[in-house]
Structures are given as C-alpha cells and as structure tokens.
C-alpha cells in the first residue's frame, strides 16, 4: 500500500533552515508528481510546493517562492523540502502528498505530517 | 481568507443528507475541476472526490459532488457519526497560477 512518512520537522529559530524529507513506498515514485503542502490549526491546507515526474516542472506560491527549495531523488524513493529565512508563520504541520495520476492535480494520498515550528 | 469560500460549519442527525458548498470564481471552480478531503481529528486530509463528482475507490457512494458555474457542493447522504469531520474543497486558481484549498468546513453529526 502507499506509504508516506515525513521526516525532518522541529523547533527552528526565525532566520533559520530546516530541511524535510519524505520517504515513498508502495507505488512507482519517479511516475508521480509529488507535492508539500501545510496546515495550520483550524486553517485549510496550503500547497507549499510540487515537483513534477523528472523534476522539470516545479511550483512555489509567492510566500515561500525565493526561500524553499523542493528536490526529489527517484533512486531513493524521496522527496525533500530545503526550507530557508523561516518565519514564524511558516509554522505549520507540513504534509508530503502524492499527486493522483488522473486526478486532474488532486493529490490521493498524504502523509501524516512533520510538525514545524519556528519561534525564538 | 481563502479564494474559495466555504461555510465554517455544518451539521446534521444520523441518516439525514447534508450540503457543503464551496464558491469561487470565474478564475478558479469557474474554469477548472473541483475536490474535496475529509479530514478527520489529529488526522492527515483523505481523498474523497475528484473532477467535480469522481469517487476515488473505496470512497461510499454515500458522498456526492457535483459543480455548476463557479460554485462546488459535497453532499453526504445517509449521515454517520463518523461523518464528523473538516471538509475542504480545493482546485486550480489561473489568476494566481496555482492550486488552492477552500477554508474548510466543520460538519457535526447531532
């Protein structure tokens, strides 16, 4: 079955960097678009992030745009976000999706999140 | 404040059939397909609908989407209390050239 597990989450100053990954199983990875998206408490999610199959096609929202980076590695069945300049309101629980592959951009399965806070 | 707008609550008594709306524009639900996922407390966000009224396998034929014009409905027929739960609509916004979750609807079970 499909499986993602984040990895990488914590207590980072404001200024700081934070590096999350997102290890894959249970599909063919390097098929898939894959995606980061975050939640704050009582808020709806936020795409953060997605990466095409082969990585040409990548997409950030203006308010991480310049400052995260997302990566993946179809060797190792991974998917990374390089997170940098973190404000307090990028505190959120951060989530790995998978992009469905007919699905019209919906991602079909989520991890169970990373925990991300940034305070001083 | 989210571009696509959703009621903050819902609410309904076992077997009855609730509605959840989600309007948007001409920019986002207006010109592309529609989602939703049901998110359940402590819990990661579960696929429930895809292209506007497109079940995902394992989903009950209980929940229904459907779209008309700028405006998306998830309705969910013979209610179960495990029903309760946060609904979000989300869909492709062409103006801001990405994708998009509406705020979330809170649907209690009475």
């Known amino acids: 079955q499909v499986q993602l597990v984040e990895s990488g989450g914590g207590l980072v100053k404001p200024g700081g960097s934070l590096r999350l990954s997102c290890a894959a199983s249970?599909?063919?990875?390097?098929?898939?678009?894959m995606s980061w998206i975050r939640q704050t408490p009582g808020k709806g999610p936020e795409w953060v992030s997605y990466?095409?199959?082969?990585?040409?096609?990548?997409y950030y929202p203006d308010s991480v745009k310049g400052r995260f980076t997302i990566s993946r590695d179809d060797a190792k069945n991974s998917l990374y976000l390089q997170m940098t300049s973190l404000r307090a309101e990028d505190t959120a629980v951060y989530y790995c999706?998978?992009?469905?592959?007919?699905?019209?951009?919906?991602?079909?399965?989520w991890g169970q999140g990373t925990l991300v806070t940034v305070s001083s | 404040q989210s571009v696509l707008t959703q009621p903050p609550s819902a609410s309904g008594t076992p077997g009855q059939r609730v509605t959840i709306s989600c309007s948007g524009s001409?920019?986002?639900?207006?010109?592309?397909?529609v989602s939703w996922y049901q998110q359940l407390p402590g819990a990661a966000p579960k696929f429930l609908m895809f292209?506007?009224?497109q079940r995902p396998s394992g989903v009950p034929d209980r929940f229904s989407g459907s779209k008309s014009g700028t405006s998306a409905s998830l309705a969910i027929s013979g209610l179960q209390s495990e029903d309760e739960a946060d609904y979000y609509c989300?869909?492709?916004?062409?103006?801001?050239?990405?994708?998009?979750f509406g705020g979330g609807t809170k649907l209690t079970v009475l």
């Open positions: 999706a998978r992009v469905g592959l007919h699905t019209s951009m919906a991602p079909d399965y």
């Open positions: 292209s506007n009224d």
């Open positions: 990466i095409s199959s082969g990585g040409p096609i990548i």
């Open positions: 989300a869909t492709w916004d062409d103006s801001l050239k990405g994708p998009i």
């Open positions: 249970g599909f063919t990875f390097s098929d898939y678009y």
């Open positions: 001409h920019s986002n639900i207006g010109s592309n397909t």
